[in-house]
């Protein structure tokens, strides 16, 4: 069955302290793998695509890797509107060719003044 | 250019009752999805339609849920009778043939 799980569910950090939100993931075949952030109430706001091992893409102070079996999404020096909660989606081939997103359950960044 | 729009944004109902959301996709949007999403969950795929064909409906829980897109552009997602473990965000999204998936802003449901 293809799985996405996020971790940590949840991260404080201060402002301008750098870390790392990881997904990993067990899928019959990856077509691509999505990045998206959550603002309460609203709904996921597209960030990254990748869609193959090795590939990196960058945007401000966030970057986002990936390899075989997991991607990771890398914040520098994040400032208080980095907080949200981001989600990790993949996008299985074509056994099911349709283009239907797998979400992980998201992670909660908060960074603090 | 112009997102995806949802109405309402909240709904609150009773047990067995019904109700119906609306959605109108980002312009030449070919495909169109609904995602359910529920409270420090991921967004769980319900339904994904091309122009005005349903292409994936596996986790739509048929015997209560449905949903329609006529003439390729706007949908409704309905519920009838509604369950206490429906509450939840329900998402639309739609996307170009194979692209990145842009959502609206969801309709919060809570089902008393």
């Known amino acids: 069955e293809d799985q996405v799980t996020q971790s940590p569910e949840a991260l404080r950090l201060q402002e301008g302290e750098s870390s790392s939100l990881n997904c990993s993931y067990t899928?019959?075949?990856?077509?691509?793998l999505f990045w998206y952030r959550q603002d309460p109430g609203k709904g996921p706001e597209f960030l990254f695509t990748l869609y193959s091992a090795g590939e990196e893409k960058e945007k401000e102070r966030l970057k986002a890797t990936l390899t075989k079996k997991e991607s990771f999404l890398h914040i520098t020096a994040p400032k208080p509107e980095d907080s949200a909660t981001y989600l990790c989606?993949?996008?299985?081939?074509?056994?099911?060719?349709?283009?239907?997103?797998?979400f992980g359950q998201g992670t909660t960044l908060q960074v603090k003044p | 250019e112009a997102g995806v729009a949802q109405s309402p944004r909240y709904k609150i109902i009773e047990k067995r009752q019904s109700v119906a959301f609306w959605c109108n996709p980002i312009?030449?949007?070919?495909?169109l999805y609904w995602y359910q999403q529920i409270l420090g969950q991921g967004p769980k795929l319900l339904i994904q339609f091309q122009n005005n064909g349903v292409v994936d409906d596996s986790q739509l829980p048929k015997d209560r849920f449905s949903a329609e897109r006529l003439k390729g552009v706007d949908s409704t997602l309905k519920i009838q009778p509604a369950k206490l473990e429906d509450s939840a965000v329900y998402l639309c999204?739609?996307?170009?043939?194979?692209?990145?998936?842009?959502f609206g802003p969801g309709t919060r449901l809570t089902v008393l």
């Open positions: 899928v019959s075949g990856l077509r691509g």
């Open positions: 312009s030449g949007h070919a495909t």
């Open positions: 999204a739609s996307s170009l043939v194979g692209t990145e998936q842009f």
């Open positions: 989606a993949v996008q299985v081939t074509p056994r099911s060719n349709t283009g239907k997103l797998i």
